[in-house]
């Protein structure tokens, strides 16, 4: 099948803020084909089942996966999450560009299987990692919405999440208290890679 649009995979840290850039380059490029993916977890507030992902259970998800039909899959914080192949492969063959966020053991799997797809990282300005998702959750964890292990399990995959950046096509800073920065630099690389197009 030739692929006619361009796919771009933005991933990186955990809590980076990669959820408010993907939201502001899907308003930018409303013509962008949002790829859903299945989980396993449940959903969080104001989630839209089918919208922000299709919540399935452990028993479905490992069917799909004996069945091929993801282009990649993998287990984060407990859960699994994975891209289905046909909708991807469909929306790139009649000429949409697929933007997309997987984790970054899923990005190097799609980089394997489309050499074309362009991988985006979104990092901490900060190389200290964990003072970086401190300040971010800060709010979180005085309001009890998240705890001090939930806190240590994304520090610690934060940490190996940045060992992948080597393996991506750009990176990407995502200043604390200004996601535009990093907004307009992943919407520049889309820019310039979609004139590689025409």
């Known amino acids: 099948m030739t692929m006619k649009g361009k796919l771009f995979i933005l991933s990186g840290q955990s809590g980076v803020g990669k959820n408010t850039i993907l939201e502001a380059i899907w308003k930018a490029h409303p013509d962008f084909h949002r790829a859903v993916t299945y989980t396993t977890r449940d959903p969080r507030p104001n989630e839209i089942p089918g919208e922000d992902h299709y919540f399935v259970y452990q028993e479905k998800f490992a069917e799909m996966i004996k069945k091929g039909e993801f282009l990649e899959y993998a287990q984060v914080h407990g859960e699994m999450y994975g891209t289905p192949k046909e909708q991807v492969k469909k929306a790139l063959a009649s000429g949409k560009n697929v933007l997309m966020e997987i984790d970054v053991r899923g990005a190097t799997q799609v980089k394997k299987i489309m050499p074309e797809a ?23 964890l005085s ?23 080597q393996y991506y096509d750009y990176s990407v800073v995502n200043p604390e ?14 820019q310039n890679e979609l004139k590689k197009l025409s």
Do not use: C, M, W
């Open 143 to 165: 309001r009890g919405d998240i705890s001090e292990e939930e806190i240590q399990t994304r520090i610690a995959t934060a940490k190996k999440e940045a060992e992948y950046e």
């Open 118 to 140: 362009i991988l985006i990282f979104i990092k901490y300005e900060s190389s200290d990692i964990e003072t970086a998702i401190r300040n971010r959750l800060k709010n979180d």
């Open 177 to 190: 208290g200004h996601p535009e920065q990093a907004i307009e630099a992943v919407e520049k690389i889309i």
